[in-house]
C-alpha cells in the first residue's frame, strides 16, 4: 500500500476552502444532503424536494441518481459526507419490496452515526394546500406528541435525529414575529405523523396575541422499518463538547427573570454588641433606663452638696 500523499493549498482560496474544513470550537450549522436512489417514485421526488426547500439555506440536493443501499454499504453515503461537508442525509428510492422508501440518517466525523428506514404511507404535498408559505430558511418550531418518544428506544433517538435535522441555525434569541414554522411530528398505532402549519398572530384585545396554526404542508404520515443505531460509547462520544465551549458558571452571582444580575457577599460574623448607635432612651432597655436614671440623679445631689461646702 502506498503513502498517502499531502498537497497542500496553493492559493488562498485553497486555504480559506481547508481552514472552513478544520474542526473548530463552535462548528457551523449542520449541512444536509438529498440524495435520490437508483429508481425513485414521483411521492419521494416530491418529498425529497420540499424537505430541501424547508432546509434551502443548509442543504445540498444532488440531482443526479445514485444507486446506493445505505443499510448495505455506508462508504458512497461517508463519500458524499466528505465531499459536501455535510453531517445530514436523506435518501430516497422505490422498490417492490420497500415501496416509497426514506432513509434518515446522521454522521460524525463523516462516519455513519445512526440511520433510520421509514415507509411513505400517505403525502400531502405543500402545492396542494392554497395560502401563503413560510419565509425560507425560517427556525422552526419542533412539537413531539406520543408517549413512544420517551418510552421506547428507538423512537427516542428518532426524536433526537429529527431535532438535529430540522432545527437549523442555533440562535441565542429570537423575536416573536420571527416565530412562523410549526413542525409537529405525532407517534400513535405505529404510524408516525408529519404536519407542518405556518403561525398566525391575531389581535386578542391585550397585549398577548392569539396564535393560530394554519395547514401549510408538506403533510406525511411514515412508518418504521428498520433502524441502525450507534452504540452509547460512541453516541456518548458525539457529544463531547470541548472545553473552551463551555460556559464557566460564576459562583455567587445569579440572573432574576428580569434579567438583573445579582450578587450574593460573604461578610465575617459581626459583633452588633459592640456597634456605635445613636443612644436613645426609647430605643433603651428598662433596667437600663432606670439605672442611668439612679446616677443622674445621684450626679445631681452630689453636685448640689459640693456646692453648699463651697459656700
Do not use: W
Not at 8 to 25: A, D, S, W
Not at 64 to 85: A, G, M, Q, V, Y
Not at 139 to 166: A, H, N, Q, T
Request: proline share 4%; hydrophobic share 35%; net charge positive.
Amino acid at each position: 500500500m502506498g503513502i498517502q500523499r499531502t498537497v497542500k493549498p496553493k492559493t488562498q482560496r485553497g486555504k480559506r476552502f481547508l481552514r472552513g474544513r478544520e474542526p473548530k470550537v463552535f462548528e457551523n450549522t449542520k449541512q444536509a444532503m438529498f440524495i435520490k436512489g437508483g429508481n425513485t417514485s414521483q411521492v419521494i421526488t416530491s418529498l425529497l424536494k420540499e424537505f430541501h426547500q424547508l432546509k434551502r439555506t443548509d442543504a445540498i440536493m444532488y440531482k443526479r441518481r445514485n444507486i446506493l443501499r445505505p443499510f448495505e454499504d455506508e462508504t458512497p453515503i461517508e463519500f458524499f459526507s466528505e465531499k459536501s461537508d455535510a453531517s445530514l442525509f436523506m435518501f430516497g428510492s422505490h422498490s417492490k419490496k420497500r415501496p416509497n422508501n426514506l432513509v434518515v440518517g446522521r454522521l460524525f466525523d463523516h462516519h455513519v452515526l445512526d440511520m433510520v428506514e421509514l415507509g411513505v404511507e400517505k403525502f400531502t404535498s405543500m402545492y396542494d394546500i392554497q395560502g401563503p408559505k413560510c419565509t425560507t430558511g425560517t427556525k422552526p418550531c419542533l412539537m413531539f406528541v406520543g408517549e413512544m418518544f420517551d418510552s421506547e428506544y428507538d423512537y427516542v433517538r428518532l426524536k433526537s435525529l429529527f431535532i438535529d435535522f430540522f432545527r437549523g441555525t442555533v440562535v441565542d434569541q429570537i423575536r416573536l414575529q420571527g416565530l412562523e414554522q410549526v413542525i409537529m411530528i405525532a407517534a400513535a398505532n405505529n404510524v408516525i405523523s408529519l404536519r407542518t402549519y405556518r403561525i398566525e398572530l391575531k389581535k386578542s384585545g391585550s397585549k398577548v396575541p392569539r396564535v393560530e396554526l394554519v395547514n401549510i404542508g408538506p403533510n406525511v404520515d411514515f412508518t418504521l422499518r428498520r433502524t441502525k443505531l450507534a452504540s452509547d460509547d460512541l453516541f456518548k462520544r458525539s457529544l463531547k463538547v470541548p472545553k473552551e465551549a463551555k460556559i464557566k458558571s460564576r459562583k455567587n452571582i445569579s440572573i432574576d427573570p428580569f434579567g438583573s444580575k445579582l450578587g450574593r457577599v460573604h461578610m465575617e460574623k459581626q459583633n452588633l454588641g459592640n456597634l456605635q448607635t445613636r443612644k436613645l432612651k426609647a430605643l433603651k432597655r428598662k433596667s437600663e433606663a432606670k439605672a442611668e436614671t439612679t446616677d443622674d440623679s445621684t450626679k445631681k445631689t452630689k453636685t448640689v452638696s459640693d456646692g453648699g461646702t463651697d459656700e
